[in-house]
């Protein structure tokens, strides 16, 4: 990740900071770390048999603002530490390792970035934490962040802080979405890459299109949401592919990347061609494919998708959310999600 002059790369153990001509100014080892999965981070006791397992970089956020790395691992629940860019050396933690919004490190998948907040809840130019994250490995939930979420960083002289942006239980208004309890171990999904536009946050994903594993296929699909919307009332989302020129349908996205223009702001992803439906494996011989999106386009898509969903004509609500497919009904009010 590279950013005003800095580099920083994270991997098995470590993290990098690199200057512009690529020499390495600061390294960051974390070494081995105790661990188990039905045990709190340290320094909270756990009375399993723990064993000592690599510290592997998941998520790597850099905050220009606030000038410092958020780094998160796949061990410890995927606990997050935050280093800054004055010494990488020095990374802080956060207080209360028992909130599961410290936890953004995923061995399944994860992706999060550092995104504008909504209007007038913060002093411009603060920067929150947008997540989307896969939870169908934890084995209690209690060790369970929201799969996709607003988080904000907080610091004062003495300690740091990481919690969900809004969370208000007596009126059950959130900024965050969840998978249905009784599906989570099912929703095998995947979030390869996320960002924000024109006032929107957007993730790349793949889901599975029904909790029966034995009869489910895999799409990607393109998610939408407004930063202005706290509470992810206005969240939707789409399936997307990769069609070649001999009519060859490439479902899964591998990796993407937003190219912003004064003029054309595009979304490429490449895709590939799954070996066999219901799997997540994909087919070697056929290759990638790379696919470009106008956003545009992806835009008015989006408006046209919810004023169908509004109505009742067409979509579905995301039956992760709901725990069951459901149609769209006729709404007077704002919906949550809606899918072709």
Not at 28 to 38: A, E, Q, R, V
Not at 86 to 113: C, E, H, M, Q, R
Not at 243 to 250: F, S
Not at 292 to 317: A, I
Request: hydrophobic share 30%; proline share 4%; net charge neutral.
């Amino acid at each position: 990740m590279f950013i005003a002059g800095k580099l920083f790369v994270g991997g098995v153990k470590n993290i990098v900071q690199f200057d512009e001509e690529l020499n390495v100014t600061r390294r960051k080892f974390f070494g081995k770390t105790f661990d188990h999965p039905k045990c709190y981070p340290s320094p909270v006791d756990c009375l399993e048999t723990s064993s000592y397992v690599d510290n592997i970089v998941s998520v790597l956020l850099t905050n220009q603002v606030d000038q410092y790395v958020l780094a998160c691992f796949t061990s410890q629940q995927g606990l997050c530490s935050v280093l800054p860019y004055s010494d990488i050396t020095n990374p802080k933690s956060f207080a209360d390792v028992t909130d599961t919004a410290t936890y953004l490190g995923s061995s399944a998948s994860s992706y999060a970035f550092f995104g504008s907040p909504p209007s007038g809840q913060l002093d411009n130019p603060k920067r929150l934490v947008y997540a989307a994250m896969a939870t169908y490995d934890r084995s209690d939930t209690k060790f369970s962040p929201k799969t996709i979420s607003t988080r904000e960083v907080m610091s004062n002289a003495t300690n740091w802080q990481m919690r969900y942006f809004y969370d208000n239980a007596a009126v059950n208004e959130h900024s965050y979405l969840n998978v249905f309890p009784s599906i989570q171990s099912r929703f095998r999904v995947k979030y390869i890459y996320g960002f924000e536009l024109n006032g929107y946050g957007y993730f790349v994903s793949i889901q599975p299109t029904d909790s029966d594993v034995s009869r489910t296929e895999y799409v990607t699909r393109l998610v939408q949401f407004c930063l202005n919307d706290k509470q992810y009332k206005t969240y939707i989302e789409t399936a997307i592919k990769c069609v070649d020129t001999n009519g060859i349908n490439y479902t899964y996205a591998t990796a993407a990347f937003i190219q912003k223009d004064e003029n054309e702001n595009t979304l490429s992803i490449s895709f590939v061609k799954p070996a066999k439906t219901g799997s997540l494996d994909y087919d070697v011989q056929y290759g990638t494919r790379i696919c470009n999106f106008s956003m545009k386009t992806v835009r008015d898509h989006f408006v046209s998708l919810r004023e169908k969903c509004h109505s009742g004509v067409d979509g579905f609500y995301p039956w992760w959310i709901q725990g069951s497919i459901q149609k769209c009904r006729q709404q007077t009010g704002t919906p949550v999600g809606g899918l072709t």
